[in-house]
């Protein structure tokens, strides 16, 4: 079921939105090598914490973090290690959500540790690109079809390819809500898109195949031919004029 959201929830949603956003950012500042993924997710606790949030991941289906932080092969999920210390040269995919009066923001970005191979910066050039082209498609009379069409079209005639098993979603006082946003599609199916909607649009574009597998720790989802993957996200409100995106800065 699709909850549509009053002006009053959206003042919420848009709150939230900026806080996810400003924790995603001083994480990605923190991107260098040298630092430990733990190291960054607790930067994005306290931050969301000090901002009279929750961070929306922390326990959510027995997560163990704030963040997922999903580093080259990693599409998504990636829990934050001690031991896992970044190092020149690698793409750092990183998922915030923070839950503020009730309601929750979703974003993600995928941030290059120092210097990176051309290959990898046209990747995220590319998924980065992909995730706008869907959000121009989240206006009313459209429907889901056309925002996955408008990811996958882009992605794969720069033969790069679109993960299929995790999809965006409806945003509200649940993180994961109806409808189901998948980053390919046919132009003119699906959900009619309607203002009061709330979703996230998050493309997972992959260097190689498309095919995934989930390590067993039951979260980590890696690329099946070990390619470089990328991941960005924002949480969108679709209106009258058009997608409002509620995960920008302040
Ligand atoms: N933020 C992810 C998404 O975009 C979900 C994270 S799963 C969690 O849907 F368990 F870490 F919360
Ligand atoms: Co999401």
């Not at 649009?201 to 260097?207: A, H, S, T």
């Not at 070990?226 to 409002?244: N, R, Y």
Request: aromatic share 6%; charged share 25%; glycine share 10%.
């Amino acid at each position: 079921m699709i909850i549509l959201k009053t002006s009053r929830e959206l003042a919420a949603l848009r709150k939230a939105g900026k806080i996810s956003q400003a924790a995603l950012k001083l994480a990605g500042e923190a991107v260098e090598p040298g630092i430990s993924t733990w190291e960054i997710d607790r930067l994005v606790r306290r931050y969301i914490e000090s901002a009279k949030a929750t961070p929306s991941f922390l326990g959510y289906e027995g997560y163990p973090a704030s963040a997922c932080i999903s580093v080259n092969d990693v599409v998504i999920h990636g829990i934050p290690q001690k031991s896992q210390i970044l190092k020149k040269g690698d793409i750092v995919s990183i998922d915030v959500g923070a839950c503020y009066q009730g309601f929750h923001g979703d974003n993600a970005w995928t941030f290059p540790c120092g210097e990176i191979s051309p290959e990898a910066r046209a990747l995220l050039d590319a998924a980065e690109k992909s995730l706008f082209l869907g959000i121009e498609q989240a206006r009313p009379g459209n429907r889901i079809g056309d925002i996955g069409h408008a990811v996958q079209e882009y992605v794969e005639a720069r033969s790069y390819s679109v993960v299929r098993e995790f999809t965006g979603h409806g945003v509200g006082a649940d993180m994961h809500e109806d409808p189901s946003v998948p980053n390919f599609g046919v132009p003119g199916r699906g959900v009619r898109l309607t203002p009061g909607m709330v979703i996230a649009i998050e493309p997972m574009i992959n260097m190689g195949r498309r095919e995934i597998e989930i390590k067993p720790d039951g979260w980590t989802v890696v690329t099946r031919d070990g390619s470089l993957s990328a991941h960005f996200e924002h949480t969108i409100a679709i209106t009258k004029e058009g997608p409002v995106i509620l995960t920008l800065p302040e």
